[in-house]
């Protein structure tokens, strides 16, 4: 397994129509959210020159997983979207605070039917862990996710420095929370990243 890192213009057209894909395969048929999107493509206003995607790639280069990541100070999707999930309190704008969005690492067959859940343990700690380096290296100190529950069991087992910002709420069918993840969280130096990058660890660049 590999990771892309890139911005729509470093990644390209022919990957960023094999991650629109993806995103809708899990998303919209595997995990049932009714999102605006054209049939077979999953794409939102959050999506623009300034987005940073990470995409975990089996040695098929198929996607297996993917995350998103965006500065605060910038228009981002828990506070334009789910403000509700932070009870009131302030939400984040700030260079050194990130959101997470559009996190997955779920492996697909080739009919499109999940194989196990939204989280491979593997694949998703991977992802996570290059998350955290590539935020990292781009001056960030936590990271804000709008996470379905699931998640918080990830983070708690994998040792994670992550908290609830608030009490989950019942969003249409899915119970969400916003969750705080500390960069430095880890038992890992934060390595440099460089962009764009295809990297066989997740725990150091290539």
Not at 14 to 23: E, G, V
Not at 142 to 152: A, C, D
Request: hydrophobic share 40%.
């Amino acid at each position: 397994m590999h990771i892309v890192i890139g911005t729509q213009q470093e990644l390209g057209r022919a990957r960023l129509a094999q991650m629109d894909s993806y995103r809708y395969r899990v998303f919209v048929d595997a995990l049932g959210w009714e999102l605006a999107c054209e049939p077979g493509c999953e794409r939102d206003q959050f999506d623009h020159e300034h987005t940073l995607y990470l995409l975990a790639c089996n040695e098929q280069d198929e996607i297996v997983g993917m995350a998103r990541l965006l500065p605060t100070h910038r228009p981002y999707l828990l506070d334009e979207v789910f403000p509700e999930l932070m009870a009131g309190q302030q939400l984040p704008r700030s260079a050194e605070v990130w959101e997470l969005s559009r996190f997955s690492a779920m492996d697909l067959s080739p009919n499109g039917q999940p194989l196990g859940g939204q989280f491979s343990s593997a694949v998703a700690i991977c992802l996570l862990d290059a998350v955290l380096r590539c935020a990292g290296a781009r001056g960030a100190r936590r990271l804000i996710t709008v996470s379905p529950l699931g998640i918080e069991r990830l983070l708690r087992r994998a040792g994670y420095a992550a908290h609830r910002a608030a009490s989950p709420m019942q969003v249409g069918k899915h119970w969400l929370f916003a969750c705080w993840i500390d960069v430095a969280g880890r038992s890992y130096t934060i390595g440099e990243v460089t962009k764009p990058q295809r990297c066989r660890s997740m725990h150091r660049a290539a």
